[in-house]
């Protein structure tokens, strides 16, 4: 990734490729074929565009994961909106019914709070990922992930409680 943000063409490539295999293994276990080759046309656009938000001193797969996840969200709503599109098509793995839905719930209840807050707490309280990390990914300084962390929690628990 380093070469590649430096502009060397070849580094770059390889990179495109390695990802590519690893984003469509991701996808064809969690969406149906057509799906998931969306999915990873989409999640090799983000990356491509948002390559020169990687700090080299992180490490790249929570970064990756964290794209290749939204996007297997933003396939989901997708399908839900429309559920005809998924047919009646096989998918060859367990039933993730009850994990997409909370995923889906928890996006919903994360609508709640700022985009910022958001977009933080995913990257640290679920993803795992390092205030640090978070900071790097979200553009943000290390002191605003940890605000928007504690107000976005905060906001959360109202929500929930009213």
């Known amino acids: 990734m ?10 770059y490539a390889q990179l495109m490729g ?4 690893w984003l469509s293994r991701y996808f064809h276990k969690r969406l149906p074929p057509a799906a998931a080759e969306d999915a990873t046309q989409e999640a090799l656009l983000a990356i491509h565009v948002h390559k ?3 700090e080299a001193n992180a490490p790249m797969t929570p970064w990756l994961k964290t794209i290749a996840r939204f996007k297997w969200i933003d ?3 997708g ?3 429309s559920p005809d599109s998924l047919g009646e098509i096989e998918v060859p793995v367990p039933d993730h019914g009850p994990a997409a839905r909370a995923a889906i719930l928890l996006d919903a ?3 709640e709070v700022k985009p910022a807050q958001a977009q933080v707490i995913k990257l ?3 993803d ?8 790097s990914l979200s553009g943000q300084s290390t002191s605003l992930v940890k605000v928007n962390i504690h107000r976005g929690l905060k906001r959360l628990g109202q929500v929930i409680s009213d």
């Open 75 to 77: 396939q989901l709503r």
């Open 109 to 111: 209840l994360l609508s």
């Open 18 to 21: 390695e990802v590519s295999q």
């Open 52 to 54: 020169l938000k990687y």
């Open 79 to 81: 399908h839900l909106r």
């Open 128 to 135: 795992g990922a390092t205030v640090e990390e978070a900071a």
């Open 124 to 126: 640290v309280k679920l």
């Open 2 to 11: 380093i070469a590649a943000q430096g502009g060397d063409e070849r580094a």
